[in-house]
T-cell receptor
Framework: AQSVTQLDSHVSVSEGTPVLLRCNYSSSYSPSLFWYVQHPNKGLQLLLK??????LVKGINGFEAEFKKSETSFHLTKPSAHMSDAAEYFC??????????????FGTGTRLKVLA | DSGVTQTPKHLITATGQRVTLRCSPRSGDLSVYWYQQSLDQGLQFLIQYYNGEERAKGNILERFSAQQFPDLHSELNLSSLELGDSALYFCASSATSRNEQFFGPGTRLTVL
């Protein structure tokens, strides 16, 4: 079975400094990976996705993630944090099922705090 | 705005009651998914429908059921409610199960 581990439950950065949110996955084959963001009392918004094309994936709002197969990692980065980036971030792996469909496996989330 | 709509936004009810949550997927999406988000369990996949048929089940209790109608909207029915059922319930949709999912704003259920 596939799984994802988000290595930090909380991350604090100062506004204007880089953001790094770490995610490791476990998969027996080439996975589809996603990052979602959830602002307080809101639904989840897709930031970016990796589906076995380019290993460096660019997303919305200046975020990007790099798929590293040798390290089984899919870390999310942003060069300069903005106050509006404060939210919870979820790393997700898509798992194929015997029924032929796919389901999401969510990480436990990383809460990003941005300090003024 | 993801294009997925959910009603109601908030629901307050008592233990033992039954409620129905409604979801309309993005235009053209055939797959609908239901999730439960709570502080202690995190985000849990409940069930998936594709074009009216159930395709996958996750950690869905027997007291919960869902269906997808011919117009592709979906309903999640929760019965014999318990305090522990208080949570945010999300619906998501995708074109096919291989595609990324788009989430609705959620329904916050409070069971008193």
């Amino acid at each position: 079975a596939q799984s994802v581990t988000q290595l930090d439950s909380h991350v604090s950065v100062s506004e204007g400094t880089p953001v790094l949110l770490r995610c490791n996955y476990s998969s027996s084959y080439s996975p589809s990976l996603f990052w979602y963001v959830q602002h307080p009392n809101k639904g989840l918004q897709l930031l970016l996705k990796y589906t076995s094309a380019a290993t460096l994936v660019k997303g919305i709002n200046g975020f990007e993630a790099e798929f590293k197969k040798s390290e089984t990692s899919f870390h999310l980065t942003k060069p300069s944090a903005h106050m509006s980036d404060a939210a919870e971030y979820f790393c997700v792996v898509s798992e194929g099922l015997l029924s032929g469909t796919y389901k999401y496996i969510f990480g436990t989330g990383t809460r990003l705090k941005v300090l003024a | 705005d993801s294009g997925v709509t959910q009603t109601p936004k908030h629901l307050i009810t008592a233990t033992g009651q039954r409620v129905t949550l409604r979801c309309s997927p993005r235009s053209g999406d055939l797959s609908v998914y239901w999730y439960q988000q709570s502080l202690d369990q995190g985000l849990q996949f409940l069930i998936q429908y594709y074009n009216g048929e159930e395709r996958a089940k996750g950690n869905i209790l027997e007291r919960f059921s869902a269906q997808q109608f011919p117009d592709l909207h979906s309903e999640l029915n929760l019965s014999s409610l318990e305090l522990g059922d208080s949570a945010l319930y999300f619906c998501a949709s995708s074109a096919t199960s291989r595609n990324e999912q788009f989430f609705g704003p959620g329904t916050r259920l409070t069971v008193l």
